[in-house]
């Protein structure tokens, strides 16, 4: 059980809220030293506090309580991140993979910091890609869900730059010497993950497999609003031949 508590002043970043009661909200925070926090912002919808409780607005969170708090104060601690389009989408998806990957008053101040960078690297990206897959990355390692992308489950030997894998989430990758090439992952573009390296097309094409399947496999097969919006998206621009 969680112990009543009173936290002053913790950097935070608001994932979701809903309209509670007459006029107040429930609102579920990424704390930097909490991990995700529930409380109940009495008044919100029509005090100041309306205004600050904003997504990828940085904040400085004061609460009360346990694990529903009640929020005691509200500050900014930075000007807000612009995002818009593609890239403001892409910062819901993030909210939305907190909320449903992390546990609540689970201190992750890896993925805390994650977020943040993030966030600033989707405001400045010519592509949403490189970022989300970093996110995804990270977030994956930091609550315990990290992948094997650099060791044949099979052999036992380091995966070989020149050919071609199966991957499985929950093991790691496993030498093809056949198969249909779309299920297959080529050792080159395993090797640039785990190194960070999410530039090349390619890469993010296979990142992006990858990381899909290990997340839908720890959602049980629930899907992902955000993630069908902008699957949307790309489906119309790829009908359309829109950039």
């Known amino acids: 059980m969680i112990q009543r508590q009173r936290v002053e002043l913790q950097p935070a970043w608001l994932l979701h809220q809903f309209d509670y009661r007459d006029s107040s909200r429930i609102v579920e925070f990424l704390v930097r030293d909490h991990g995700r926090v529930a409380v109940v912002a009495r008044g919100a919808r029509r005090g100041r506090q309306r ?7 940085p904040l400085l969170l004061s609460w009360s309580g346990r694990e529903l708090g009640t929020l005691t104060g509200l500050e900014p601690a930075g000007p807000p991140i612009p995002l818009a389009g593609e890239a403001l989408l892409a910062g819901f998806y ?8 992390l546990a609540a008053h689970d201190p992750q101040p890896e993925v805390f910091l994650l977020y943040a ?16 897959r970093h996110f995804e990355l990270g977030l994956l390692e930091a609550i315990g869900y990290g992948l094997n992308l650099t060791v ?17 989430p929950d093991s790691g990758p496993r030498h093809a010497r056949s198969g ?19 530039e090349e097309a390619q890469v993010l094409r296979d990142a992006q497999r990858i990381l899909r399947g290990a997340i ?11 993630r069908e919006v902008l699957r949307d998206i790309y489906s ?7 950039d």
């Open 51 to 57: 205004g600050l409780l904003q997504p990828f607005q």
């Open 94 to 101: 993030l909210n939305e993979l907190c909320l449903r990957l």
């Open 117 to 132: 960078a993030a966030l600033a690297k989707l405001r400045d990206a010519a592509d949403i890609a490189p970022p989300l």
């Open 152 to 168: 044949d489950v099979a052999s036992g030997e380091t995966v070989s730059a020149s050919e071609k894998y199966l991957f499985q």
């Open 180 to 198: 249909h090439d779309q299920q297959l992952i080529s050792g080159a573009s395993l090797l640039a993950m785990a190194a960070g390296r999410l």
């Open 216 to 226: 839908d496999r720890l959602l049980n097969g629930r899907p992902l609003k955000s």
């Open 236 to 242: 119309r621009k790829r009908r359309t031949g829109g």
